[in-house]
């Protein structure tokens, strides 16, 4: 896909304000001069996150869907204290997921609410950012400008117990309204792409906090439907890629239920849900079933795993792989072809003749264009940190292929350790396609990538002979004594 579609796509989702097919955002790309097939923009749409896929094969963008849509959260003491509040997570799903929430822009009575700095504990600002994910939750408070200082990445994402976040201040409000601990801000998206809120505080504070109103009533039928809503989302969709996706499509499809005045908050909805609540998801975070695990296989999914071609869809072989491989191998000073080719395929792995041949011949071709414009010296600052990936890499591949040839019951495998199994491969990839550019990487973010794979090899070592026990297990089940 060249850049000038690229560019056009990436404005389209961002303002496109109505329901739209592919065809006919076909046509609009073929009246600009752009060349494109149905297919390929299909699976574009499908599998950007800007756009809702919606029946009769028709799409909305993110823009559409949440330009305008009510949603609300309750300052702390703290906040109310300091005259300021804290966006952190407090917008999810409304807002763009790639803006980061310090940036965004709040407007009252039509007036630009300025930014202010908000001193607080790690804990609390960790309760602030939950919605991220804890695993995620330090990374994004030290992109906080507040936080530029703190260097996380070289003490091992820990925060010190005092810091700052960049919030939004509260003094005008305050200057017109008597706003109290316990009243909540009601927040209208005005503006999507450019990331502006419009908020209108709501007094809900009260002298007897046993008495029950119209609006608690409401509220309190608000929590019910969302906590519906999420449960049938599981039962559907799974436990989807991120918390953030999962509350995107539920928002979505019950908008006119839960985008309402009266509506509550996510935090508080945790708060007093007792039957969904953040629980673990291999290393990472989910919203699920109140003290249950999150399954790597359901009903969501279950197509994935049957018949002859199943595949463990987590397995893939991404081009930047291949030039990692080559890389390395330039880097050890080495230039045995079939140890690449060997690492590749693992043992496991049933491919064709022809499969394979074009695979050996896609590695010479990289090899030698890679050859020509590679430089040792100027390799060095990646080179031993893309070693240590390719290491784990190659075991987690190893690993996976095994249980997709030889299992035929994933269900019967721990669960917990087979997403663990998933995600370790997704981001130690993702440390590869960062590590595939010829760029050097900066101190600090080479310093992280070491960390995490440093988290990564000791979640694969804790694993993998809880999985091969569990997979020997299920082989002897197969056999029955006659």
């Known amino acids: 896909m060249s850049v000038s579609i690229e560019n056009f796509l990436t404005n389209f989702l961002r303002t496109y304000p109505m329901p739209f097919s592919a065809k006919e955002l076909l046509v609009m790309l073929c009246g600009l001069g752009h060349k494109i097939s149905l297919e390929e923009l299909k699976d574009f749409l499908d599998n950007d996150p800007r756009a809702f896929a919606l029946q009769k094969k028709m799409y909305i963008t993110r823009a559409a869907a949440f330009t305008g849509q009510l949603f609300s959260f309750v300052p702390t003491q703290q906040e109310i204290e300091q005259k300021v509040f804290v966006p952190g997570d407090r917008c999810m799903p409304f807002v763009d997921l790639d803006v980061l929430s310090y940036s965004l822009d709040f407007e009252f009575l039509g007036q630009s609410l300025p930014k202010k700095l908000f001193s607080t504990d790690c804990n609390t600002a960790r309760d602030m950012f939950c919605l991220y994910g804890d695993e995620f939750s330090a990374q994004y408070i030290s992109s906080d400008p507040a936080c530029k200082d703190l260097h996380i990445a070289e003490k091992g994402f820990e925060l010190p117990l005092k810091l700052s976040l960049t919030g939004i201040s509260m003094e005008p409000i305050f200057d017109k309204i008597d706003f109290k601990y316990g009243d909540r801000i009601l927040c209208r998206v005005y503006d999507w792409d450019k990331g502006i809120i419009e908020i209108i505080p709501v007094l809900t504070h009260k002298l007897n906090p046993f008495q029950i109103n119209a609006e608690d009533f409401e509220r309190h039928k608000w929590y019910d439907t969302l906590e519906n809503a999420l449960i049938e989302s599981f039962d559907r969709m799974g436990p989807c890629s991120s918390i953030e996706e999962q509350l995107a499509n539920v928002f979505y499809e019950h908008r006119s239920e839960l985008c309402v005045p009266n509506c509550g908050s996510i935090h508080e ?188 090899e000791m979640n694969f070592e804790d694993i993998k002979p809880l999985l091969i026990s569990a997979l020997d297990k299920v082989k002897k089940n197969r056999f029955n004594v006659i």
């Open 269 to 456: 909805f945790l708060d007093i849900s007792k039957k969904v609540d953040l629980e673990l998801f291999g290393v990472e975070t989910r919203f699920w079933f109140k003290g249950q695990d999150v399954p790597a296989v359901g009903k969501w999914n279950a197509d994935l795993y049957e018949g002859d071609d199943r595949a463990i869809p987590f397995f893939a072989l991404p081009d930047f792989v291949i030039d990692c491989y080559l890389k390395d191998q330039m880097y050890e000073k080495k230039d045995n072809l079939n140890e690449i080719f060997e690492k590749i395929i693992p043992s496991q792995l049933d491919i064709s003749k022809e499969e394979k041949e074009l695979l050996r011949l896609q590695i010479v071709n990289r090899n030698a264009i890679l050859r020509k414009k590679y430089n040792w010296f100027a390799d060095f600052a990646n080179g031993s940190l893309r070693h240590r990936a390719l290491a784990l890499f190659t075991e987690v591949g190893s690993l996976v292929c095994e249980l997709d040839c030889d299992n035929k019951e994933l269900d019967q495998l721990p669960q917990q350790e087979l997403v663990t199994l998933s995600q370790l491969y997704t981001h130690v990839s993702h440390i590869l396609e960062i590590l595939s550019d010829d760029n050097d990487c900066e101190e600090e973010e080479a310093c992280a990538m070491e960390l995490s794979l440093e988290g990564m």
